[in-house]
């Protein structure tokens, strides 16, 4: 783009460095590149423009791998309204206050610390495929007066205060620390939900004893031995 935003500017440059081609680039107009039949246009050139993203709505399909996310419609005094996506923030200048507005899932506080000791991926032979991955982390609970080193693995979860954390996914970003992802599970039912299922199998084996035909063979039987 030209230095009074006025027109846009072109270059072609050949690998060894030296200008094929250079000019002014209009809608329309279709410039060789050089590299076999490749041409480069512009559709389209807006001299003024601000990026807007404005979400649209999708049928929900169980089970597919498009990560959907939820967004809302946001107004704030007299300004336009704006739409967020979960796991955004925009920050408004709102007459003497600057506003911070935050869209997420809620946040649960845990009545204790999990801290990442190490992160630890194994590949597959000759690739960087990653094959497992664990944790290495520490527990701390100053009201249980615990200080507890535990591993989380792919296949093993760590079990603490009715949370149960699984190794979910990781985050490897160059000159950064390794994050890992865990998914966690806190549910005080659980153990009627297995003393329904025990149940329930205790009534399908009723039930398939107390069966007429199987009844009548119990009671023949009976007499037989009486």
């Not at 946040?107 to 990653?130: E, H, V």
């Not at 699984?166 to 297995?194: E, I, M, T, W």
């Amino acid at each position: 783009q030209s230095a009074d935003n006025t027109r846009i500017l072109y270059r072609i440059l050949a690998s060894s460095g030296a200008v094929n081609g250079q000019g002014e680039l209009t809608p329309g107009k279709k410039i060789p590149t050089g590299w076999m039949d490749i041409e480069l246009e512009l559709k389209e050139w807006l001299p003024a423009a601000v990026m807007d993203e404005e979400p649209r709505s999708v049928e929900l399909l169980q089970g597919a791998d498009e990560p959907f996310l939820t967004a809302i419609k946001v107004k704030v005094g007299e300004m336009p309204s704006f739409w967020m996506l979960e796991g955004s923030a925009k920050s408004l200048a709102a007459g003497p206050m600057d506003l911070v507005i935050q869209y997420h899932k809620d946040r649960l506080q845990l009545p204790f610390s999990l801290f990442l000791d190490q992160f630890k991926m194994g590949t597959n032979p000759g690739t960087q495929t990653a094959a497992s991955f664990t944790s290495d982390v520490t527990v701390k609970d100053p009201k249980q007066n615990t200080d507890r080193k535990a591993v989380i693995t792919m296949n093993e979860p760590l079990k603490y205060g009715g949370y149960y954390f699984y190794q979910a996914s990781y985050q490897l970003s160059p000159g950064q620390p390794a994050v890992s992802v865990f998914a966690v599970n806190h549910d005080p039912g659980r153990f009627l939900k297995y003393l329904g299922s025990l149940l329930m199998t205790l009534g399908i084996g009723l039930m398939f004893y107390m069966n007429p035909h199987y009844l009548k063979i119990f009671l023949g039987n009976h007499k037989e031995a009486v």
